[in-house]
Nanobody
Framework: QVHLVESGGGSVQAGGSLRLSCEAS????????MGWFRQAPGKEREGVAS????????LYADSVKGRFTLSLDSAKATLYLQINSLKSEDTAMYYC???????????????????????WGQGTQVTVSS
């Protein structure tokens, strides 16, 4: 069982930045993928960024490339999502997710949702005003 706790959401103006955090406990095993999904009202959940916890490989959705950046503090088992140049369409609830028995080659399936991650955080709201 992996417990994920997100933080860092908030209300910002378009063009601003936010950094979301996701702390995992207990410490993830060597074959874990983690990532961020988002869901806006009336829309389907969308995978935006994912990482192989051990190898550090990353995969981003095309819609966020160049604006979203993942980083990992392995010592703290904390995943960060830096979001720059925020747009109104980034408004959504952002969820951290994790899947065991997963490696870099599984990131496309993880990000698409096909892998259906086993563990989810409670979500953190990002609201962007224009």
């Amino acid at each position: 069982q992996v417990h994920l706790v997100e933080s860092g959401g908030g209300s910002v103006q378009a063009g601003g930045s936010l950094r979301l955090s996701c702390e995992a406990s207990p410490y993830p095993n060597r074959r874990t993928c983690m990532g961020w999904f988002r869901q806006a009202p009336g829309k389907e959940r969308e995978g935006v960024a994912s990482i192989d916890f051990t190898g550090g490989g990353t995969l981003y959705a095309d819609s966020v490339k160049g604006r979203f950046t993942l980083s990992l503090d392995s010592a703290k088992a904390t995943l960060y999502l830096q979001i720059n140049s925020l747009k109104s369409e980034d408004t959504a609830m952002y969820y951290c997710a994790a899947e065991n028995i997963c490696s870099e080659r599984d990131l496309p399936s993880f990000l698409s949702g096909a892998l259906n991650p086993d563990y989810w955080g409670q979500g953190t709201q990002v609201t962007v005003s224009s």
